[in-house]
């Protein structure tokens, strides 16, 4: 039987990534192998992408194109091969990051996206996507104190603001794929929400 495909978004210091480890070891325990992997990346030459996108200032619509290379890349060697052998696939970001950064974030227009998005998937969308959700200063505040910015978190709070109403439109006009986290309240009430969201698969 073919794998489910998961995937995480959210704005940068929206406290994602705090919960991987938590969510493959949930999904381990419905014995299924299980592919942890991550966008832009995912093999070899998709985490070299990976560094010129996350470093190199380049037009909006390059940015775009890169991030769809790298996802062609990424689908056909790793999230398809898992998924046709059964094995569950979550990513650390998909094609809703391009929707989100690159058109709600830096206005690169929507019907490219869907170009783009009908060519190098076909028909293939996540089955689940969470979605950790935190008002703009909570984000901005997280990285103010967190490790060095990258070239996407050095953005402006205004940016983030458009990143944040990007993905909540994403989620509102997609309903039956999308849940949306809660990342603003007690760690262990993430936890749970994210627990009983990955109950229901
Ligand atoms: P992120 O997933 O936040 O990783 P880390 O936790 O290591 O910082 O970093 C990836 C960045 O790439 C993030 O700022 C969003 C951006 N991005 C896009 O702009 N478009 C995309 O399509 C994807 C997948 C990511």
């Known amino acids: 039987m073919r794998g489910k495909f998961i995937t995480l978004e959210g704005m940068d210091g929206a406290g994602k990534s705090t919960h991987i480890p938590d969510i493959i070891k949930l999904l381990e325990k419905k014995d ?23 470093k190199e200032p380049m037009h909006p619509e390059t940015e775009t194109l890169l991030m769809f290379a790298a996802r062609r890349e990424h689908i056909a060697q790793i999230i398809e091969p898992a998924l046709a052998r059964g094995a569950w696939v979550l990513s650390d970001r998909f094609t809703d990051a391009t929707y989100a950064y690159q058109c709600g974030g830096r206005g690169v ?17 996540p089955d689940l996507t969470l979605l950790f959700d935190v008002p703009v200063e909570v984000s901005v505040a997280r990285l103010a104190s967190a490790r ?11 940016f983030f603001t458009k990143i944040r109403n990007a993905y909540l439109n994403r989620a509102n006009n997609n309903p039956n794929r999308f849940c949306i986290i809660n990342s603003n ?10 627990k009983s969201v990955i109950s229901t698969l």
């Not at 996407?152 to 709070?157: G, K, N, Q, T, V």
């Open 32 to 54: 299924v192998e299980v592919v942890s992997t991550r966008e832009p990346g995912g093999t070899a030459l998709g985490e070299q992408l990976r560094t010129l996108l996350l």
């Open 109 to 125: 227009l929507a019907n490219k996206v869907i170009d783009l998005e009908a060519w190098v998937q076909g028909g293939l969308q």
């Open 148 to 158: 060095t910015p990258d070239k996407f978190e050095r953005e402006s709070e205004e």
């Open 185 to 194: 309240q007690a760690l262990d009430d993430v936890k749970a929400e994210v």
